[in-house]
């Protein structure tokens, strides 16, 4: 068993070394995700938000437009797992007296 | 937790420190929109402040600040705030979540309602943030126990 | 206008319902089942309206926040996501109408946070289905897993250890796809998938996207017990309440191998997928060892509901073999046994709950062929269900294998084809055991058969009636089988 | 080849990372150390996402009215960073449950090592 | 009159008779008058259909999609028509004699008993109408199970284990059927059955042939009997006798030979068996299984054991008559279906009217009884003559056309083994015989007198229907003229 | 963000994870964690994620800190690995 964890760790370094060798350079402003238009010629989120988030939302911190507005429902999710989190502690360390 | 600690400089120290915390948590919130910061950290920085008077006082003391009872409900509004924010918009035509629809008195323009929509979630959740937090604690400082 | 926001209603009324139960629950505890029915069936109404309604439309996109999709977020609603919605919610209402007595018979005072937590299970798994954002599904993903460890965790002795558990695990998985997330965003620059599938073909062969797959698959297959990964399963479900069985089994991994029919299918396609590794049919390889392993090792259990646990290793095998299969027979067998099976395992775990709730155990060398008299309609249900996991025409089971048979032989995947025939036999080893004990007196037994019977002692009706609305839907499913296949192959993904 | 190196040093630091916190996970008999290590491999993959997100010569993503916006290259990309407050509450959250369900599970086994627990569970 | 729906009636009659059987289970009497009820009705049904069947006339009924362009489809042709005749005129025997058999052997459970064999009847009528191979599998997969409550009906250890092995075969049967009713769909594009095959024409390697018609014959063979899967035959013995009669005589097996024909003739058809030459594997087994079976048999001392291994052997007569592939050939195999089916039903029916009325199981018991029961071992003379191929009785038709069609197809090997396998039935019924008139029976024999008569009027009218037939083979329902009509469809490309 | 001081912390980083691992006293080792956490959020300011730096420090090294401490409190602080 344990050989077999090492051997899973091995597995999991050696992977992620063989697929870091294809991700672009790092910080490098000619990456996929830092241009303005995308290869099928779609919008690219990130540079539209800094383009744009200003003009939108009269905020200058770009992260509060993101995290607010353009993937509201996301941070809204990123809630309910907090408020989740409260239910379950209160599910499984409360128990309430018998009627 | 325990009922009381018998450290009257501890607790003096956290007594000290927690109102400047809180306040901090509060512009944390209300500042996120120029500077880092929002919700979360701010909420976080709310909880962290009652958190320590708990920590410090002890069970009694940290009653009189937000009783155990009350977090569970605050929490509800917190969520209850983000989803009305997006029910509301929904309900005067707009998607889920979409600020140009809210209602806010006076006239607006589109951005200006997006940044207010933006404040009022934000608000939501530090609410929630910090009610939840503090729930956590309490729940497992009281470990596995009848209410 | 009920038309435009039907992903949002059916998904967030979940969230409005688990809000809520606390507020009413406080006020009265018997008012939270109730009112998590309701929420369900609501959503369950919705679905259905919802999928009815999407036959003669285009796929509904919900923009959340009204940003057009590579800027927002967006709900697809789509015939594939429509569908597996309605499984979903359909499935877990009846089971939460199940779920009553069993509530006040196995944690009476928890009840309150029980249902608010199961209503964030069911958004969680809302979410995962309609959600067409990458990073957002691993946000609902979340919301569910932990819902779910929740629920695994009220139960018997052992089962905060087991949740624990699978904590661990679940979320070292959960936070590995969101590593594959992370390489797919560098290399493409986006999160949406229909945004990124027509992206993907231009960086065939890069290392960066086949890493990322790798990881996505072993981070959702965690979730849905794929072979390797399948470690948490029994533990969780045997030492769960019984009710939180009966919601969890049948819909928390079938919404996982939906995820990977989607990322498998619909985002990276299958030319891809096979590009550089054969991923597809190392994925259909793993599942081929999951179904034999489950299949062997229920037979070796005692405990019922572990028995059903494992056997719920080797039914996702069959989804996910359909998957790699990659072809119309295949999907459709997939998506089929999706339905098939989740009917399947809540009727069988409402089952294991009744027994447990009347005789307070479900251990097989324990029953007698006195249950047949006690619990007729039970019993009845569970021989339904049981053939049908066999796979036996005309009930639902044997159909989704029908398909998957046909997959295998266009695929001319020979291999497959002698597990899913050789499972089947050991999925009748299993279940027959179980008729044997019910339905036949023991031969060692001395007792005359008519002191050994006992009267008619069957569940109460609020019990009763779901267990048997599974076993005659199961019947319904088989016959009427081609209609549903109609549908699903109105959504066989493009390219095969 | 430089180059190279320097843009990828800080990906193969981050899986040294990664691979403790598997470690951890894997390895480590003690619930307590096990949590850690999945936070330790949480913030990894936080860690990894905050440094694609960065790019040379870029200020950090909040307006400044010297810097025009219209040229995109001034500024980080805010995505990654929002997306990683999201997973580091989330992360916060799941260490939440983790706690109640070790506590819960301390309170029954008076053990938290993980094969003690499996030996009571037998 | 519209015959549309007397296919679908003919199946539901006997399953909508279940309700009513599980309804009135504490009063035995309406009990088995619905079943017999239910018997007739059936059987008027199934004539409804013959005339048309004489004609060379399908009657053929979609009652719903089951898979896409695959109908659940019921299809009344003469082959089909045939089987339904002998399965469902004998049904009525059997009921009859079931009365008098567990009123009189005091079994446990009857209800059960009766509803399942009804619902056997029904999967056994759906058999022989399935207008297409899904079909077949469907209606081959409900017998299976239905079957299995009958075989376990004793519920002591024995049956137990004669159950699972039961299940164990005739599942995995079921599966291999079912990988070859998709081979077939894959290979072809359609799941119909055609007289004279689908596989025609077709340009497909020959080991995937092999494979496929291996599957096939895995899937059918196991019902059927073929030699080395026949062991759960002997093993399910262990049922109650009216049972055994329905499994060798009538349901079980006869739905495995009838599968075998139907895959020869309708599935394959003659050219392609042929032209890869399966018929030549079907052969060796089918003469393997005649007479390894025919020993076999010598060796049984339990009757109903040995007659179980009789079994084996004639059905390996018919697979035989499958595997010649000449119209001759063909006409008598199916002939010998109905000829096996009223003599071993004979036998059968004795051999429960001894179990019942004097308790005994074994050959070596049997001195002498013929004083107690004339009737009853006046009718196994004649069952087993018939079975030996003695001339004015059925069994010489079919082996007469059976010796005639491989004469044809110019083989001498199988005429051989039918006057091997002969001379050995005649071998391993005669001790029986002779025991029973000629051997002094003990003392105890005295107090005991012939079967009731709902026992013996139905071996006494299968028996005279084992001589009439095999007098006058196109009496009443046209045996000999639907058998021809078959094969000519099979080897004339249809009618 | 400069490389320099990144590789500075990440070695930083590497040390303290192995040290919360490896600690044969659980307090020490959330400690360490802590530690982790804060190097954590340094890394990220410099890497120009301020908010995420800053979320780090608040969540990560305050509010997780606290959550394990009072977990140790409710269980125990002795281990085997």
Known sequence: MKYAKILILAAFAGLMIYGSMGLPDRADPDNRMHQERSITDTVVAGSY????????????????????????????????????????CLLILRKFRPV | MREQFESPIVLLGARLLSPYIMLFGIYVIFHGHYSPGGGFQGGALLASSIILIRISGGRIISRLQIREFFTTPLAAIGVIVYFLAGFVAVLYGGYFLDYEALPFPGDLSPAELRYYGILVIEIGIGIAVMAILVMIYDHMARGEDYV | MIETHLPAIISLNFLAFSVLIPLFGIWKRELCQPLASLGAGISAVFSVYGFIYYLNEIPLRYLFGGWEPPVGIEFVYDGLSAFVIVVINVIAFIVLIHSRQLAVNEFPNKQMAYYSVAMLLMLGFNGMVLTGDLFNLFVFLEIASLSMYALIAIGDRAAPFSAFRYLIIGTAGGTLYLLGVGFLYTVTGTLNIIDMAP??????????????????????????ALFPMHGWLPDSYTYAASSSSALIAPIGTKVAAYVLIRVMLYLFGIELLDLVVPISYTVGVLACIGILYGSIMAIAQNELKRMLAYSSISQIGYIIMGISLANPFGFIGALLHILNHAVMKACLFMVAANLRHKEGHSDISLFEHSYRRKYPWTMFSFSVAAISMVGLPPLAGFFSKWYLVLGTVEADNWLFLAVILISSLLNAVYFFRVLEKVYMKNPDDEVPVQDHVGENNEVQPSMLYPTMVFAVGLILIGIFNVAIVAMIMNMIPSGF | ?????????????????????????????NLVKKTIGLTILQISVVLFWVSIGSKWDATVPVRDPGIPTAEVANYLNPLPHTLMLTAIVVGVATLGVAFALLVATYNRYKTLDEEEILEQIQ | MELTYVPLFAVLVSLV?????????????????WTILAAVIKFGLVLMLLPSAVRGETVVLDIIEIAPNVPLQLAADPFGVFFAVIASGLWIFTSFYSIGYMRGAGEKKQTRYFASFAVCLSSTIGIA?????????????????????????????????????????????????????????YLTGTMDFRPGGVYGGLDISAPMMLAVFMLFLGGVGVKAG?????????????APTPVSALLHAVAVVKSGVFGIIRVVGYVFGSDAMADYSLNDILMVIAGITIICASLLAFRQDNLKRRLAYSTVGHLSYIVLGAALITPLGMTGGIMHIAAHATMKITLFFCAGAIYVNLHKEN????NGIAKVMPWTMGAFVIGSMGLAGIPPLNGFVSKWYLAIGSLEGGMLVPVLILVISGLLNVGYFFPIIWRAYFKKGGPELEKYGEASPFMVVPIMVTAILSIVFGLFPDLFFHFFELASAISNAIFNGGT | MIWEVELVLF??????????????????????????????????????????????AVIGAGVTGILFIVALYQTTIKTND
């Open chain 5, 363 to 366: 050959i070596s018991d049997l």
């Open chain 5, 17 to 33: 008779a279940v309700v009513p059987i599980l309804l009135s289970s504490h009063r035995p009497n309406l009990r088995e008058f």
């Open chain 6, 11 to 56: 070695l930083f980083l590497i040390l303290t994870a192995i040290v919360a691992l490896e600690a044969k006293d659980l307090l020490i080792a959330v400690v360490t964690l802590t530690i982790f956490s804060f190097t954590m959020a340094l890394m990220f300011t410099a890497m120009g994620g301020i908010d995420v730096g800053f979320t780090e």
């Open chain 5, 129 to 185: 109408f399935s207008g297409n191979l899904l079909t077949f599998v469907i209606f081959y997969e409900i017998l299976t199970l239905a079957t299995y409550p009958l075989v376990i009906h004793k519920e002591n250890k024995e049956a137990i284990a004669g159950g699972r092995e039961y299940l164990a075969y005739t599942l995995t049967a079921g599966l291999m059927l079912v990988a070859a009713a998709a081979m077939t769909y």
């Open chain 4, 1 to 29: 080849m430089f180059d190279f190196i320097l843009g990828h040093y800080a990906y193969w630091l981050t899986i040294i990372l990664l691979c403790i916190g598997l470690y951890g996970i894997m390895f480590k008999k």
């Open chain 3, 199 to 224: 992206m993907l073909p231009e960086f065939a062969g890069n290392t960066a996207v086949i890493t990322a797959v790798i990881l996505m698959i072993v981070g959702i297959g965690t979730k849905a």
């Open chain 5, 226 to 238: 073929i030699m080395p899967i026949h062991s759960w035959l002997p093993t399910a013995m262990v």
């Open chain 1, 49 to 88: 938000f800094i383009r744009e988030a200003y003009n939108d939302a009269n905020t200058p911190n770009m992260v509060t437009v993101v995290l607010g507005d353009y993937r509201s429902i996301d941070t809204f999710g990123e809630q309910v797992v907090v408020f989740a989190a409260g239910l379950i």
